[in-house]
Every structure is written in structure tokens, then in C-alpha cells.
């Protein structure tokens, strides 16, 4: 328990870290640029890769739970849910 503690603080901090250097590279962008069509375009551009990794990792997990959740009845399915979304 204590290993998967710390590994969900690990990827939570990375995350965080994530987040914080797309604000300052966001910052970077907007002080380099301003507003025009280069700097809107810079940002779709980066913005393509994070979309592209939610829908492969949301349609892989939903690969993976949606029939494994099936196969439970109604009271184990809930308990299944609750433990995948904690």
C-alpha cells in the first residue's frame, strides 16, 4: 500500500510539473508572439500530441473496464467502479 502511495504521489507530481511548464512555455509563446496567427498556431500545434494521447488512453481504458465491469453483477460492478475511479 505504501508503494502505491508513493507511486501515485510520483505521477501526481509529474503532472503537476507538466502543467507548470505548459504555463510558462504558454507564457514564453505569448511574450515572444503576442496575439497573431503564428503564436495561435504555435499553440494548436502543441496542443495535438495531448489531444491525440486522451483519445488513445480514454478508448483504451474503455476497452479494458467497460468489459471487465460486465462481468460482475450490479453490487461488485459499483465496487469495481469506485476502486478504478480512487
Same mark, same amino acid.
Given at each position: +500500500? #505504501? #508503494?502505491? !502511495?508513493?507511486?501515485?504521489? $510520483? &505521477?501526481? $507530481? ?8 505548459? !504555463?510558462?512555455? %504558454?507564457? !514564453? ?5 503576442? &496575439?497573431?496567427?503564428?503564436? /495561435?498556431?504555435? =499553440? ?5 500530441? /495531448? &489531444? ?10 474503455? +476497452?479494458?473496464? &467497460?468489459? %471487465?465491469? #460486465? #462481468?460482475?453483477?450490479? %453490487?461488485?460492478?459499483? =465496487? !469495481? ?6
Amino acid at each position: +500500500m #505504501k #508503494k502505491l !502511495f508513493i507511486s501515485g504521489l $510520483f &505521477v501526481s $507530481f509529474a503532472l503537476f510539473l507538466g502543467r507548470i511548464s505548459g !504555463f510558462l512555455r %504558454e507564457l !514564453f509563446i505569448a511574450s515572444s508572439f503576442g &496575439v497573431s496567427k503564428t503564436s /495561435d498556431l504555435i =499553440i494548436v500545434l502543441l496542443s495535438i500530441p /495531448d &489531444v491525440l494521447v486522451n483519445l488513445l488512453v480514454g478508448g483504451a481504458l474503455g +476497452m479494458i473496464l &467497460v468489459p %471487465e465491469q #460486465k #462481468k460482475y453483477t450490479q %453490487e461488485l460492478a459499483r =465496487i !469495481f467502479y469506485l476502486q478504478v475511479l480512487y
